[in-house]
């Protein structure tokens, strides 16, 4: 059993940052990849972000690459979405999830999910 506790969400204007945690827990936590969805009102979860078990690979979707940088804390077991240049598409309830293989992007991979953290952006 893995779980998975997110904080760092808020509100924020265009162009701000905000970085977002997912801390995760369990005798198997460490060797899961690490994601991040968002789904934002009337639309379907969508993949965001990963790094692998051992921060060594990562991956980002098209919509984010250049604006966003995950990282992992191996010694913590979290993982941290750095999120600049933030746009109002960004708006989405982001959710953090584990997967045993890094950079999966549909819904139906990860093993385990946490409750999810709002980011609303104006402008």
């Known amino acids: 059993q893995v779980q998975l506790i997110e904080s760092g969400g808020g509100s924020v204007q265009a162009g701000d940052s905000l970085t977002l945690s997912c801390a995760a827990s369990g005798r198997r936590a460490s060797g899961y990849a690490l994601a991040w969805f968002r789904q934002a009102p009337g639309k379907e979860r969508e993949f965001v972000s990963a790094?692998?078990?051992?921060?060594?690979?990562?991956f980002y979707a098209d919509s984010v690459k250049g604006r966003f940088a995950i990282r992992r804390d191996i010694p913590k077991d979290t993982a941290y979405l750095e999120m600049n240049n933030l746009k109002p598409e960004d708006t989405a309830v982001y959710y953090c999830a584990a997967d045993l293989v890094p950079g999966r992007t549909a819904l139906s991979g990860p093993d385990y999910w946490g409750q999810g953290t709002q980011v609303t952006v104006s402008s």
């Open positions: 790094v692998s078990w051992n921060g060594g690979s990562t």
